[in-house]
């Protein structure tokens, strides 16, 4: 699957509702939004220390990275935002004009969207030269392997790899067997072995050995030799 094919699949789901968070301030004076793939183990509202400027998000990388191809007229090279996490309040200034103009720009650079959801908040941070503050990544976004991870307040299954299908985590199996006792729908699909979790912990983010041994070796020189990340939680 190629990057334009992985847009049109991520397009299907739910992600774009975040986008509603906007309208939702014309009810609330404060909305929080957090993706599905998470784990909440402590009390979260010191997300709150988050929202003076209007609108609290997660640091991310750059926004190309979000694109298949270069959108005219934003910063390319420009570090951006990740959006597992976002505090919305009704201090953003013309926020009633954002949840529109969010989907106007989703239609219109559809084309050259990887992560599109992602992608058109981080050209609405710009378009809008809206302050934001950044929420510390390692206390609500950390990843189920990460060496922080009793310590933070949200664990984030970001990547592929899910609590469901692939990472062993107490708490989240807990509440799953309590949500299928309540009727919910069990996981079905495939499920990653010892060694796919032991590649993903110590090299995240490395293609499937499998599929593609090439580029898998190749990846694991590159990190082992010359591993541009000081922290896990900078890689996503």
Same mark, same amino acid.
């Given at each position: 699957?190629?990057?334009?094919?992985?847009?049109?699949?991520?397009?299907?789901?739910?992600? %774009?509702?975040?986008?509603?968070? @906007?309208?939702?301030?014309?009810?609330?004076?404060?909305?929080?939004?957090?993706?599905?793939?998470?784990?909440?183990?402590?009390?979260? $509202?010191?997300?709150?220390?988050?929202?003076?400027?209007?609108?609290?998000?997660?640091?991310? #990388?750059? =926004?190309?990275?979000?694109?298949?191809?270069?959108?005219?007229?934003?910063?390319?090279?420009?570090?951006?935002?990740?959006?597992?996490?976002?505090?919305?309040?009704?201090?953003?200034?013309?926020?009633?004009?954002?949840?529109?103009?969010?989907?106007?720009?989703?239609?219109?650079?559809?084309?050259?969207? %990887? =992560?599109?959801?992602?992608?058109?908040?981080?050209?609405? *941070?710009?378009?809008?030269?809206?302050?934001?503050?950044? *929420?510390?990544?390692?206390?609500?976004?950390?990843? !189920? +392997?990460?060496?922080?991870?009793?310590?933070?307040? +949200?664990?984030?299954?970001?990547?592929?790899?899910? @609590?469901?299908?692939?990472?062993? @985590?107490?708490?989240? #199996?807990?509440?799953?067997?309590?949500?299928?006792?309540?009727?919910?729908? !069990?996981?079905?699909?495939?499920?990653?072995?010892? *060694?796919?979790?032991? +590649?993903?912990?110590?090299?995240?983010?490395?293609?499937? !050995? *499998?599929?593609? !041994?090439?580029?898998?070796?190749?990846?694991?020189?590159?990190? $082992?030799?010359?591993?541009?990340?000081?922290?896990?939680?900078?890689?996503?």
């Amino acid at each position: 699957m190629n990057k334009k094919q992985t847009a049109i699949v991520f397009g299907i789901t739910m992600a %774009y509702s975040r986008f509603e968070c @906007f309208n939702l301030l014309n009810e609330f004076k404060t909305v929080i939004w957090l993706d599905v793939d998470i784990l909440i183990q402590k009390d979260i $509202t010191g997300l709150m220390d988050y929202s003076e400027t209007g609108l609290g998000i997660l640091p991310g #990388d750059l =926004l190309k990275h979000n694109l298949i191809e270069p959108i005219e007229g934003y910063a390319m090279n420009k570090l951006g935002y990740w959006t597992g996490t976002i505090i919305f309040t009704e201090q953003i200034k013309d926020y009633e004009k954002m949840t529109e103009w969010c989907y106007e720009k989703l239609q219109e650079y559809a084309s050259k969207l %990887y =992560l599109p959801d992602q992608a058109i908040i981080n050209i609405l *941070i710009m378009a809008f030269n809206i302050d934001v503050m950044e *929420i510390d990544k390692d206390i609500y976004c950390a990843h !189920p +392997i990460a060496p922080n991870v009793k310590d933070a307040i +949200i664990v984030h299954s970001y990547r592929p790899k899910k @609590f469901w299908d692939c990472w062993k @985590f107490k708490e989240w #199996d807990s509440n799953n067997k309590k949500w299928i006792k309540m009727g919910g729908t !069990p996981y079905k699909g495939k499920r990653c072995n010892f *060694i796919y979790r032991w +590649i993903e912990k110590y090299y995240p983010g490395a293609p499937d !050995p *499998i599929r593609k !041994p090439r580029k898998f070796v190749k990846f694991i020189l590159q990190m $082992t030799f010359n591993n541009p990340y000081k922290n896990f939680n900078e890689i996503k």
